[in-house]
């Protein structure tokens, strides 16, 4: 496990289980908004995350119960649009070294969020950018830019339409209304809705499931699904991932017949 040589201000990185990292927006006096600095935090344990072999899921989470992520921090956006312009342009540079979760189109392993609180605008996003949902069934989900003069270009109004029917879709993105986390299960968003005492019992339960299989063999499948949606059947079908090859060449692939074979439970490395 490559340990973090940094403590982050604006959120948790833990472990609370073996292979699994947690992150955890820490700013409930902002509903865990996200400004500058936060994207920086944030951008920096993602991939810390990712380059951690150690690492084999990533949960997603917001501190408290009110809130998942309220998306940017506009307080702190108000105050650099009135600040010096060398202030403008040290928070341009720092947001110029950020990469967001909503936009790691091949985040290399599982990303499940944990949604505790209200997700809307960038909170949604952020749902939706990730491999699976776990929701408090008070949660409320929803893209209200419209109704503030803005839209949800924080890939919002692309994934949507790409994760539910169309009608559905622009009918959340034209209204702007909220969606219950029951409604948002129904439609196909989130994977599973429980009490919120009850939440991180099903975080675990699914992160049990995922780690039957090996976690190269889970990287390669994540992989080549959501590579293979950008091209055709046949394309995907026969197109080379480099997850695959790597899964190919590693122990786990040697484990997964051999304990097959003695009708054991296989011990997976990762490697």
Request: with cysteine; glycine share 14%; charged share 20%.
């Given at each position: 496990m490559q340990q973090l040589d940094w403590?982050?201000?604006?959120f948790l990185y833990e472990m609370p289980r073996p292979h699994v990292a947690r992150i955890t927006i820490n700013r409930p006096e902002v509903r865990n908004a996200i400004n500058t600095p936060a994207h920086k935090e944030w951008s920096d344990l993602l991939d810390h995350a990712a380059e951690d072999d150690d690492v084999w899921i990533v949960v997603v989470t917001?501190?408290?119960d009110k809130a998942?992520?309220?998306?940017?921090d506009l307080k702190y956006l108000s105050q650099i649009q009135h600040s010096s312009e060398a202030e403008k342009e040290a928070d341009s540079r720092l947001m110029g070294q950020v990469t967001k979760l909503i936009e790691r189109f091949d985040y290399p392993k599982p990303l499940i969020a944990r949604v505790n609180g209200i997700a809307l605008g960038g909170g949604f996003e952020v749902?939706?950018?990730c491999d699976l949902v776990v929701a408090a069934e008070h949660?409320?989900?929803g893209l209200p830019e419209p109704r503030r003069g803005i839209y949800a270009g924080g890939g919002g109004v692309h994934r949507l339409p790409r994760q539910v029917p169309l009608k559905l879709a622009m009918e959340y993105l034209l209204t702007g209304k909220s969606m219950t986390a029951r409604r948002a299960q129904a439609i196909g968003i989130v994977n599973e809705v429980v009490p919120y005492e009850e939440l991180d019992g099903a975080v675990d339960q699914l992160i049990d499931d995922i780690m039957l299989g090996a976690p190269l063999s889970i990287r390669a499948t994540k992989q080549s699904s959501m590579r293979g949606l950008n091209l055709s059947l046949g394309d995907a079908f026969y197109a080379e991932y480099p997850a695959v090859r790597s899964m190919m060449?590693?122990?786990d692939a040697r484990e997964g017949p051999k304990a097959f074979a003695e009708k054991r439970r296989p011990e997976w490395k990762g490697r």
């Open positions: 403590v982050p201000q604006y917001g501190i408290g998942f992520c309220a998306g940017r749902a939706m950018a949660v409320e989900f060449e590693s122990e």
